[in-house]
């Protein structure tokens, strides 16, 4: 077995994955790939394509050194002889399954550019996130070949977060493998934990069969997106009680069997992977003949979208009923902090229900402009993107905080408030300002499941 590895799919899981293999393992010569010409330019500029905190430290270590990126995919395939498929698995938008089930014609693409171009075996890595048993479409496809060569499938599923996409492939809490159980697939599998072992941990390397691999992945977004839900639907029922959620999540968190994480209340979960995830775990319950499994997931996906409704509505009601030709200063439009990812960002949402009540729209963020102009660019409206804070906030009504950048509350919330028009509101959608400072000041405060701070 050569000791070339390829990636194809250059975005925000493969180009960091391979960066952090690189830098750990010197011995290996990792090429990423890609369709996309002005991408990979990118990974080989000093303007990487993704923000990650870190990444482009490991990127500078390893680049030209023992890892590569190029658009020829073919000399790739021909080169290496292990092969992780990084492509992207959106949801269905037509035919069978649209809207829920996950598109696989990228994937499906990548396999027969590996058959087509393969002079020797191959090992075949689903790095991407895939619906249960698609291992096994896959394999059939490989084998189809008429070259006599054999290709074993292995999912290895991907877990970092973006954000802190480094630290999690740095330090992964698990990394899990499956395969087939016949002796190729056991084989394929020790060549891939070979590749984790010069970094993870033996005890950090579950290895499964290749069915529990895919469907881990699948359930562990679910799940993780299943707290959020949890959490935010509870938010709404704090505002009705004057209970907090803050307090209630700190408490239910002290409890072991729950624990800390993933309770904090917000306008709802966005990034690429959670909802389409979800979706298609409905769509393969509802191909099995499970329909009350599918509902059950799909309101975590509906209390996602009434969440952002209801963040919205709320802003209307307390600005007087109207938003209409009011200028609202959006804080955040990355779908977390720490990332300039818009993908399914809450503030897509939130932005497009300001502007068809006719909002005028000043939209801030540290790392993700461009592409919020992107996503916004089919709406008609009055929308500035503003690099300057306090531009953004100029003569606005309100501001509605939508992404969690720490830096938001180091801001000099008197210079706004003096800026804008009165009376001054914020909503905040991650709960991340100092309330009770800020209502100092004189803005009336609209936290998610707390109590108001209101000078009206
Ligand atoms: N983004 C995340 O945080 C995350 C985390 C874990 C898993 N995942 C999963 O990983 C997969 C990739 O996600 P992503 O966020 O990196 O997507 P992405 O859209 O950023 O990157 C996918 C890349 O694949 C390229 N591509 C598509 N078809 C190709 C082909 N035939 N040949 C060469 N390149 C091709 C595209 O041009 C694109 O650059 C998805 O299945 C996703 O669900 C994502």
Redesign the pocket.
């Known amino acids: 077995m050569n000791k070339t590895i390829l990636c194809?799919?250059?975005?925000?899981?493969?180009g960091p994955t391979m960066a952090v293999i690189a830098d750990n393992c010197p011995d290996y010569k990792v090429i990423v790939?890609?369709?996309?010409a002005e991408?990979i330019a990118a990974w080989q500029s000093d303007t990487l394509p993704i923000y990650e905190p870190g990444l482009k430290e490991v990127v500078e270590r390893a680049r030209g050194r023992n890892l590569f990126f190029s658009t020829d995919?073919v000399a790739g395939i021909k080169e290496a002889d292990i092969i992780f498929v990084?492509?992207?698995?959106p949801t269905k938008t037509f035919g069978a399954g649209a809207g829920k089930a996950a598109n696989l014609q990228?994937w499906e693409?990548?396999a027969r550019?590996i058959i087509e171009h393969a002079e020797s075996d191959k090992i075949v890595i689903e790095?991407?996130?895939?619906p249960v048993r698609t291992a096994e479409a896959m394999h059939r496809i490989l084998q189809s070949n008429t070259k006599n060569l054999n290709f074993d499938i292995i999912s290895n599923?991907?877990?970092?977060?973006?954000g802190t996409a480094i630290d999690d492939l740095q330090s992964p809490g698990r990394v899990l493998i499956g395969a087939m159980e016949d002796a190729s697939g056991q084989k394929a599998l020790e060549a891939v934990a070979d590749i984790y072992r010069n970094w993870v941990p033996e005890e950090k390397i579950k290895k499964t069969n290749v069915w529990s691999s895919e469907l881990t992945?699948l359930v562990s977004n679910a799940m993780l997106a299943q707290r959020i839900s949890s959490v935010n639907s509870i938010s709404a029922l704090c505002e009705k009680t004057d209970a907090n959620i803050l307090e209630v999540s700190e408490a239910m968190g002290m409890d072991p069997r729950i624990g800390p994480r993933f309770l904090q209340a917000s306008i709802g979960f966005g990034?690429?992977?959670f909802k389409?995830?979800i979706l298609n775990l409905v769509y393969l319950c509802e191909f099995h003949g499970l329909p009350e499994v599918a509902a059950y997931w799909e309101q975590v996906v509906l209390m996602n979208d009434y969440q952002e409704r209801r963040f919205v509505k709320n802003i209307t009601s307390c600005m007087f009923n109207t938003v209409a030709d009011k200028k609202i200063a959006v804080f955040g439009f990355a779908f977390k902090a720490d990332t300039g990812?818009t993908r399914e960002s809450p503030a897509i949402y939130v932005s497009k229900l300001l502007l068809e009540e006719h909002a005028i729209l000043a939209i801030h963020d540290p790392q993700a402009l461009e592409y919020a102009k992107l996503d916004l660019a089919d709406c008609e409206g009055d929308i500035s993107y503003e690099s300057d804070p306090y531009k953004a906030a100029e003569g606005a009504h309100a501001i509605a905080v939508l992404t969690e950048w720490k830096e938001f509350r180091d801001l000099d919330f008197k210079r706004l408030y003096a800026s804008m028009a009165k009376p001054a509101f914020i909503f905040d959608g991650r709960n991340l300002l100092d309330h009770q400072k800020v209502f100092e000041i004189g803005f009336n405060v609209y936290p998610l499941g707390q109590k108001v701070l209101s000078h009206l």
């Open positions: 194809i799919g250059a975005g925000y899981v493969g790939v890609d369709v996309n991408r995919v990084s492509v992207n698995t990228y693409k990548t550019d790095k991407s996130t895939l599923p991907e877990f970092m977060a973006e992945k990034g690429s992977c389409k995830d990812d």
